[in-house]
């Protein structure tokens, strides 16, 4: 996606996929200020490790604890830190400079692909991982009034439990209905996964929405189920969109063409229209 949205801007960039080791993590980001990269994406299980491999970390960073977009900035000769934009040749000081773009692309994709506000709802969520966790705190923070966890290690969702402020959480299935059932969690990836939850102990019927942050394959058993059930639903596409283009702003200092890369995302994952 982000390649026809380079060409859309008049960027003269190219966006590239790297396989990196995690034990070579820090030595590959090295190299790429090393080289006068614009920025890296970085995907599982990097977004943690690079915490401490960046010289600087944004708020969102901080807050969320991961890393998924640097960007590299240039040393001004009155001490401001800038992207590589702000300069005609390649500065000679130079910081990684560390964000997370994912809990805001969590927010924005429900708001956009299934009318949902969180302010004062009810959420289900399924899985207290890394994606969870953002997930819990971002909704916290956006006022949502209840929280649901559940892990297929308890004690993990005991412990993602005690994070969120000012919001009701609870360890366990909801006995009444709930706005949003959230999937965080990577079954549905693979032919033959199980349901991410238990449908003896909750129903789908029971929940106004639903939202699996996998996107490949474009209806997972879960968002079937959802829908059968009589729910709005949505997969993870927007989110991987939205945090994409939010990455893109942050490097450039532009306005991400979101329908470009809308389009390539879904021809790329989903193939050519019909």
Not at 174 to 190: F, H, I, M, Q, W
Not at 229 to 253: F, I
Request: glycine share 8%; aromatic share 8%; charged share 20%.
């Amino acid at each position: 996606m982000h390649n026809p949205a380079i060409t859309a801007l008049g960027l003269n960039w190219r966006y590239l996929a790297f396989e990196v080791h995690p034990d070579n993590l820090r030595s590959a980001i090295a190299g790429a200020k090393a080289m006068n990269f614009v920025g890296l994406n970085l995907t599982v299980p990097h977004k943690l490790l690079a915490l401490d491999m960046v010289d600087a970390l944004d708020d969102s960073a901080k807050m969320w604890g991961a890393v998924n977009t640097v960007r590299f900035e240039g040393k001004t000769p009155d001490g401001q830190w800038l992207p590589f934009d702000a300069f005609s040749e390649p500065p000679k000081d130079v910081r990684a400079h560390g964000f997370n773009t994912d809990a805001d692309a969590i927010i924005r994709a429900l708001r956009e692909d299934l009318n949902f506000e969180p302010r004062g709802k009810s959420v289900l969520l399924l899985g207290a991982g890394g994606a969870g966790r953002v997930a819990a705190l971002k909704l916290a923070q956006e006022g949502i009034g209840e929280l649901y966890l559940i892990n297929r290690t308890s004690s993990k969702a005991e412990q993602l439990a005690a994070e969120p402020k000012g919001v009701r959480v609870h360890v366990g299935y909801p006995k009444n209905e709930v706005d949003l059932v959230l999937n965080a969690t990577s079954l549905g990836l693979k032919p033959g996964d199980p349901l991410p939850f238990d449908p003896e102990s909750f129903s789908l019927s029971r929940a106004e929405a639903a939202y699996d942050m996998i996107y490949r394959p474009a209806e997972t058993p879960f968002l079937r189920a959802a829908s059968e059930a009589g729910c709005r639903t949505a997969n993870g596409l927007g989110m991987l969109l939205y945090q994409g283009a939010k990455a893109l702003e942050l490097w450039s200092g532009k306005t991400a063409p979101i329908t470009i890369m809308r389009e390539a995302l879904m021809q790329n994952i989903y193939g050519p229209s019909t």
